[in-house]
């Protein structure tokens, strides 16, 4: 089965940063373009940004020049490097690829 599992978040201040893993599995995980989501409490689950196969990313504007999506298919991870964290960052933030998503990992910015 597929599996998506995702770690790294807590609490950091303003400013800070932060990486999150999804590891994979039950899947070609080099074949597909994974996703990174976020859910704010009482907000619409949101698309962070993606990276296809070979590498090429897209973020959405909120986060442009601050995170970073990587992948290392040697490890069926993909990551999410986050910097300049600011408070409006808080959120659960999940892994997602085709119509499987993985639990979550609490990102909370906060001074």
């Known amino acids: 089965q597929v599996q998506l599992v995702e770690s790294g978040g807590g609490l950091v201040q303003p400013g800070g940063s932060l990486r999150l893993s999804c590891a994979a599995s039950?899947?070609?995980?080099?074949?597909?373009?994974m996703n990174w989501y976020r859910q704010a409490p009482g907000k619409q689950r949101e698309l962070v940004g993606f990276i296809i196969s070979f590498g090429t990313t897209n973020y959405a504007d909120s986060v442009k020049g601050r995170f970073t999506i990587s992948r290392d298919n040697a490890k069926n991870t993909v990551y999410l490097q986050m910097n300049s964290l600011k408070p409006e960052d808080t959120a659960v933030y999940y892994c997602n690829v085709v119509n499987w998503w993985g639990q979550g990992t609490q990102v909370t910015v906060s001074s």
């Open positions: 039950g899947f070609t995980f080099s074949s597909y373009r």
